[in-house]
C-alpha cells in the first residue's frame, strides 16, 4: 500500500524583526502537499496585531493598521491553524523566523510550541545546493523558473505557493517519483543481427618483423622470468 505524506508550505508576514521586540504575526498562508503535490487545501488569514503598523514593514506586505483592524486576532484562529497543520512537517524559506513569530503567540495564548525540528529550512536546502549563491524567493524563482512576476508585494499565501514550487525543485522537481521510476527502466536498442561474412586478415612480414623488432626493445620481460 502506498504511503501518504503531508506536508504545509508555510509563511507569515509580520509588522517586523522581532517578536520580542512586540512585532507580531498580521498574516498567514500555508499550502498542503501531498506526495510533493500541491493540493487546494490551503490556509489563509490576515491577524489584527492590536498594534500600528511600521513603515517599513508596510513597505513589504502593504498591510495597513487599518486594514488589519478589520480582522480577528491570533487567538481567534490558533485552533484552526493548528487542526489545519496537524503533525505535518512545516516547509518555511528561513524558518528560525517565522517558528520564533508563531512559538511567540503560542506562549502568549498559553500553547505549547511548535517544535523547531518539524520545520525544514528552505533556506538551508538552497545553501547546500548552491553555495555562494542568493537564496531569497525571488532568486531562487528566478533561478527555476517560477514566474514570480505579481510579487511586487509580498503575501503569505502567494509567498507559500511560490515556495512549494521552489522546495519540490529543490528536492528533485514537482515529481521526483517519476524521474526515479524513469532510470529504472532498461533501455531498448536496435541491433542488426543479420549475417555478415567474417573479413580475412593476414598479417604481413614487415608487421611481423616490426613486432619482432619492438620486443627486442624491451628489457627483462616478464615472460622470460
Known amino acids: 500500500m502506498e504511503t501518504t505524506m503531508r506536508e504545509i508550505v508555510l509563511d507569515t508576514e509580520t509588522t517586523g524583526l522581532d517578536p520580542l521586540g512586540g512585532h507580531k504575526i498580521v498574516e498567514i498562508g500555508c499550502v498542503e502537499l501531498i506526495n510533493h503535490m500541491p493540493t487546494e487545501n490551503t490556509f489563509h488569514h ?3 496585531p492590536q498594534r500600528d503598523m511600521p513603515d517599513g514593514a508596510f513597505a513589504v506586505h502593504g498591510l ?3 486594514f ?3 480582522h480577528g486576532l491570533f487567538a481567534d484562529i490558533v485552533d484552526k491553524f493548528l487542526d489545519y497543520i496537524n503533525d505535518a512537517p512545516l516547509i518555511i524559506h528561513n524558518a ?3 517558528m520564533g513569530f508563531l512559538n511567540a503567540e503560542l506562549k502568549a495564548l498559553k500553547y505549547p510550541p511548535l517544535d523547531m525540528s518539524r520545520a525544514i529550512d528552505t533556506v538551508a536546502m538552497a545553501r547546500r545546493k548552491f553555495p555562494g549563491s542568493r537564496v531569497n ?5 528566478q533561478r527555476f523558473d517560477i514566474d514570480n512576476s505579481d510579487r511586487a508585494l509580498h503575501g503569505a499565501l502567494k509567498d507559500a505557493h511560490l515556495l512549494a514550487g521552489v522546495y519540490l525543485e529543490l528536492v528533485g522537481g514537482r515529481q521526483p517519483d517519476l524521474a526515479l521510476k524513469s532510470e529504472k527502466r532498461t533501455a531498448t536498442v536496435a541491433v542488426d543481427l543479420s549475417f ?3 573479413r580475412p586478415y593476414v598479417i604481413s612480414d614487415k608487421e611481423i618483423q616490426a613486432h619482432k623488432d619492438f620486443v627486442a626493445t624491451l628489457k ?4 622470460n622470468k
Open 220 to 223: 627483462d620481460p616478464l615472460w
Open 64 to 66: 495597513s493598521e487599518e
Open 137 to 141: 524567493l525571488d532568486a531562487l524563482c
Open 46 to 48: 490576515y491577524v489584527n
Open 196 to 198: 555478415r561474412e567474417p
Open 68 to 70: 488589519l483592524s478589520g
Open 96 to 98: 528560525s523566523f517565522d
